[in-house]
């Protein structure tokens, strides 16, 4: 049980957290932000981000657990350094000395705190909303002793991990009963991916594509304009890349505990982008687009990975070549109308499962 016995107050938010502005660390790791993501290295990244070497002495250095905040990112709340680093200028960094920032971090990317406290310090419109960090400073948050935010900060750790667990096995065990028992009554088939898609091989040479995406486990198919400090792509550093459209599928062979092979995700943002030759792009024909989305996210494409690749040349790399990877067995109805039903009941599963997440 947690202790009940501790004093609560309201703190404004300048009192508990020191903005800070330290420079001239470019022997620091250069972070990338990440909204809901907290923050990755960029030499470690194969996001391909690029930025001037020349600048990091400019850059702000900043803590682990410290928190960060960027004018335009009032949308996503505040963010948290995973590690020492440094970080673009652009960014606002905040420590608070006695503080558990796992207890902060849950606060400030809650929607009462986004919606309600911070709201009425955002101004613009559109994509030029900014904060006024003066006003942030001023917002009213809960504060309690370091002990009290510590367990609760265990707590949360053990509902944030518990919550995952669940929802992978139950993504990956819905999908494996579905697969069992459905084929059984229904006409379903086994295909190979080469039969219902074709690999990308159109590449940006002379065409103009002014926003490089990438292939997030955690996020999908985000853009890096979206999700980091500054555009970086331009016509010069993405020649040679694969132009991706609305609803292509990709392969990341980058690996992760949540994507022991890679993950596969469908570009749903509506729009074209360049990206990395190191990815794999399909598209699609014939099936419905929202029950494959399904089956890459189930694991039932991992037996057939793990017997057919390697660890790859790295070791956070999985290996595969195209060709292998276009004769992956796909199991789909033959009727792209019960594909559909199927991608639906799915969808009101994971509807379920995020209610009862939220909860």
């Known amino acids: 049980m947690l202790a009940v016995n501790y004093s609560w107050e ?13 420079k001239g660390h470019p022997e620091l790791p ?29 850059y702000k250095m900043v803590n682990e657990g410290d928190f960060i905040v960027h004018l335009r990112s009032f949308e996503g709340g505040l963010e948290k350094a995973s590690t020492l680093g440094i970080i673009s200028p652009a960014y606002h960094t905040f420590h608070g000395e006695g503080t558990d920032s796992r207890f902060y ?3 400030f990317r809650s929607s009462k705190f986004i919606d309600k406290a911070l709201k009425p310090h955002v101004y613009g419109i559109r994509d030029g909303r900014s904060i006024d960090i003066a006003g942030m400073k001023t917002i009213k948050i809960p504060w309690t002793c370091l ?17 995952t667990l669940h929802q992978c096995k139950a993504y990956s065990n819905i999908m494996a009963v579905l ?28 065409l103009v594509v002014d926003e490089v995406l990438t292939n997030s486990a ?5 853009s890096q304009r979206d999700f980091f400090d500054k555009d970086i792509a331009n016509n010069e550093n993405v020649n040679g890349y694969y132009v991706v459209e609305p609803d292509d599928y990709v392969y990341n062979p980058r690996i992760s505990t949540t994507a022991p092979y890679g993950p596969i995700k469908r570009n749903k943002l509506g729009r074209a982008g360049a990206m990395s030759p190191l990815y794999t792009v399909f ?27 390697n660890s790859g040349a790295r070791a ?20 792209v109308e019960e594909q559909k039903k199927v991608g639906e009941f799915l969808e009101h599963i994971n509807e379920s499962i995020t209610l009862h997440q939220c909860q």
Do not use: C
């Open 147 to 163: 002990a009290e935010q510590k367990a609760i900060g265990d707590y949360m750790d053990s509902l944030d991990n518990l919550i």
């Open 316 to 335: 956070d790399r999985f290996g595969i070549t195209d060709k292998v990877f276009m004769q992956m067995p796909i199991t789909i109805p033959q009727d």
């Open 105 to 107: 971090y849950a606060y």
């Open 218 to 222: 955690e996020h999908g198919i985000i």
């Open 283 to 309: 598209r699609t024909r014939g099936i419905n687009l929202d029950y494959l989305e399904w089956f890459f996210q189930s694991g039932s494409w991992h037996t057939f990975m793990r017997q057919n690749g």
């Open 30 to 58: 250069a972070l990338t932000i990440i909204q809901g993501g907290g923050t990755i290295r960029r030499d470690e990244s194969d996001r391909n981000l690029q930025y001037d070497k020349a600048n990091l002495t400019n």
């Open 179 to 206: 697969l069992v028992i459905t084929p059984k009554f229904y006409s379903w088939e086994q295909r190979k991916l080469g039969d219902i898609a074709s690999k990308v091989v159109r590449k940006n040479q002379d």
């Open 10 to 22: 309201q703190r404004k938010l300048g009192d508990i957290f020191e903005e800070y502005s330290e």
